[in-house]
């Protein structure tokens, strides 16, 4: 069932009549922080910007109840089948279990699995990390080049970015695209000698992953693979085939998802990085928020007020985008990261009967680092045409003793513009009139420690399968982007071999023949 | 005069109606390419993808009639005080004029100001590059540090990623946002003996820029600023006064906006990292598609095609996004630029009689580099429920010989994109059924060097003011900036000395608590 076929939803539209209209302001009673704003473990949740009240959190309470919301939460914890379409389970909230509790997959307990896999990245990241694992001509690693893309790429990336302050002497690096020019950036920064790869790819085979993997393969003569490369892989044979010694093959399980994965051998990079301890810790973050989200009842339950909110945006204010703006360049890789998280997640149209969905499903979601996006798009947020909802995102500690003033000016921005949002200000100069009534969330963190990210991005996890259940739709399968990459492989194809098929329209044909030039 | 009061928008909302639901393929008559596709001085733009067709095209055109928009061209470049809500003139085009004619602004020709400007450019620019300019150790200079936020940093920043085959020796870095981790990030990569600052700030005031360039002036001794900083200022006391030499004191003009000013000495770091005479063959390229804007009929004018689809997609489909996705890292900062520029231009609610619009302006712009949204966003463009125009660029020349797979596979993804988009492809499980009829363009470059990135960003600006003349708004002022700023003023003071004032709303009181925790 959709959140459009309760009871509950035709009370939700005729109380959101009554409310759509008003200042954001008139919001404010004196209770209005008590279940609007959160505090768990060192991270603030501010919902009250918002367009939401007692009454409206009530009505989705009801609604929740309606469509057994309850239940589809314990059914993806304890490892049913939700990834209906891929017929597998959903579980990458396991990987951070710190309970003794089962958890069943396949007639099989999953967790001393994931216990075993944990203990050997430990060893192998604590034999990078101390200078026991050592290159072709008996160095040290210096640098860690992790190729993958997409999730093998985009939360490992922003973590590692994030915890700058827990960082050891290792340089980490990204290799994505299979643009040359960023292997080309790449090759400048590294030395071959000291440089170990990690391939992530469950598959052995993403193009852009295997075909960087194979560029960097030939620099090395082959009896030195097993001394530079590693990969996080399902694909034993292939791996080893490539050079890869058998006790350096990470798994991938099915349980988990791309975009969900960095809590797994897929985010082994983040533990090279800043250590297995810190990892654990990031883990233990994510876990707790884990049972905050399935044991706390709906009305303070943080991720369920979360998404609400979207419902709120994206079907009764029908917005189509949000904006997350982290004020500190630690998360400045935040956006991109929440961009596959929830648009690839909720980026559908088929509902869990096979039919077309009749409703707005998934956000687009965009944003940049403050206070750079106040001299650049913050214009439109103003007084532009369209409303978007704003995450504002920030952290209290200053991490650099010598620069309390900077840090005070970044954090006095980011509640700033939250406050000119919502209140804007009239001015007779129509072109200097702010009519405000622009809603926002804000998050600020104590500081941000592996703990407290963990949670963060678990928090971001769980809005997204909620919004999924919201709008009836899998979340987890990705078949949108299959289409593409057959037909690239098609185009690439044809171009080589400089035969155009009869199948592509005139435009297409237009520019392959450029490419043949 | 805007779009909606005249009297051909009737006939297009008509002729909208019969041509919304048609499948995109069925737009491509035999003639489709010859009038949606453009051969441009080594850069090929395809339109052929989009709801448009020569009728649209004709109907659009008298609507430009109707709105006199050749007079309003013509102002721009003749330096009318288009910016009337600060009754300034509008001159970047000026900046890369080519011609000798005069252009006058208050009584006085500009193109002398600007040829001495470039003269003196070209010279400091020599001076550094050539290792003449020493550091207060006698030092070459090895690392420029444009400080700037803004238009003062994503033009520049952006166009010396693209041209990095025409780089020289010099490292360049951007310093943009307060925060103190940015400035922490810089630290580590340059040497202070050997490191150029340029502080680029009109009012030698952006609370950004002056905090940072005070916190580095602190690093050198007094005497030593004036080998160490240079500035792109109009105020020459407050530069001489922090220790500026005065013939370091580049100009700045009021007739140039931020957004619009890497062609102005704000854009000095180009020069500086490619040497002026490549600056002057980006300036060349500009001034071709000037010209082109100027003198071609709309019906063949790349612009005008590309800004009507804005209109078509905005207000008629009333899609509230676009987004932006270059196939080469040399352009992975284009959306971040494109951001600013149209959305700073044209996110604005205020007609030209000081009447709130009734319909839609400036759209939400965001993007990311390819292949690797592919792998992230791509999901929701094939098969959300919300639809994006796309906007693909890609490189036809390879730069590096030995790549050449990898190019191939990059840009048959491009286009792969591009067709699946359009064609979609049938299938009985409705969850790997595309739909298709999802817009997009193509730009397609020969090559990127210094003309023909000129030219391509040119025409976005030119875009960019032709949507702000169909929504009959200002686009050269950002007063929706300007709240903000003086709220995180107020919020600063407060905070600092712990002295929280009673205008403010029970939510950022609580959050300014939080920070004085």
């Not at 007639?107 to 990241?125: A, M, S």
């Not at 690839?344 to 499903?361: H, L, R």
């Not at 949670?455 to 593409?484: C, K, M, P, R």
């Given at each position: ?64 109840e309606?469509?057994d ?6 059914e ?30 396949d ?20 034999k ?24 093998s ?10 915890l700058?302050?827990?960082?050891n ?7 994505s ?7 080309d ?44 490369f590693?990969?996080v ?25 791309g ?5 797994s ?65 630690k ?6 990261f ?33 206070t ?25 500690k200053?991490?650099?003793?010598s620069?309390?003033?900077q ?21 007779e ?16 963190f ?5 703990e ?66």
């Open positions: 069932m959709n959140f459009k076929q309760t009871k509950t939803w035709s009370q939700i539209q005729d109380y959101f009549q009554s409310i759509k209209d008003k200042n954001l302001i008139e919001f404010f009673d004196k209770k209005r922080l008590d279940y609007t704003t959160f505090d768990f473990n060192g991270i603030y949740f501010d919902f009250s910007k918002n367009y939401i009240d007692k009454k409206l959190i009530d009505l989705f309470v009801s609604l929740a309606e469509i919301l309850s239940r589809a939460i314990e993806m914890f304890q490892g049913k089948k939700i990834n209906f379409t891929e017929n597998r389970a959903v579980l990458h909230t396991a990987l951070r279990s710190q309970s003794a509790t089962e958890i069943i997959v007639n099989k307990n999953i967790i001393p699995l994931i216990h075993q896999t944990n203990k050997k990245i430990k060893r192998f990241t604590k990078v990390i101390d200078g026991q694992w050592k290159g072709f001509t008996g160095k040290k690693i210096t640098d860690i080049v992790n190729i993958g893309i997409g999730g790429e985009l939360g490992p990336k922003m973590i590692v970015r994030a700058k302050p827990y960082r002497h290792l340089n980490i690096h990204y290799l695209n299979i643009d040359p020019n960023q292997l950036e790449l090759s400048e920064k590294i030395d071959i000698e000291t440089t170990l790869f990690i391939i992530v790819s469950k598959s052995f085979s993403t193009i852009e992953t295997l075909t960087n993997a194979k560029s960097l393969q030939k620099i090395y003569h082959k009896n030195f693979i097993a001394k530079h590693v990969t892989s399902t694909q034993v044979e292939k791996a080893v085939e490539f050079g890869i010694a058998p006790e350096n093959i990470f798994p991938m399980w099915d349980w988990v998802g975009r969900f994965s960095l809590w051998p897929a985010g082994i990079s983040i533990p090279l990085a800043i250590g297995f301890d810190n990892f654990q810790k990031l883990l233990k973050g994510a876990y707790q928020i884990d049972e905050h989200f399935r044991k706390t009842k709906f009305k303070e339950n943080i991720p369920f007020i979360a998404s609400i909110l979207s419902i709120i945006y994206n079907n009764l204010f029908e917005f189509e985008t949000e904006t997350y703006i982290p004020y500190t360049e998360l400045k890789y935040l956006p991109d929440l961009q596959q998280l929830l648009m690839e997640s909720n980026g559908k149209s088929i509902d869990k009967q096979g039919d077309k969905v009749n409703y707005q499903t998934g956000q687009i979601v965009w944003g940049n680092i403050g750079n996006a106040q001299h650049s798009f913050f214009q439109l947020l103003h007084q532009g045409t369209k409303k978007v909802p704003v995450h504002f995102i920030g952290e209290l200053n991490t650099y003793t620069f309390s003033t840090h005070l000016m970044l954090l006095s921005n980011m509640i700033a513009q939250a406050e000119a949002l919502m209140k804007g200000e009239k001015n100069n129509h072109y200097k009139n702010f009519e405000g009534n622009r809603p926002s969330t804000t998050i600020l104590d500081e941000i420690k592996p407290y990210l963990g949670s963060l991005i678990a928090y971001f996890e769980h809005i997204t399968f909620l919004q999924g259940i919201f709008w009836d739709i899998n979340s987890f399968d990705q078949f949108g982007v299959e289409l593409g990459k057959k037909l690239a492989q098609k185009i690439y194809s044809e171009t080589k071999e400089m035969n155009i098929s009869n199948t592509h329209d005139p435009s297409t044909k237009f520019l392959m023949k450029k490419l043949m030039e």
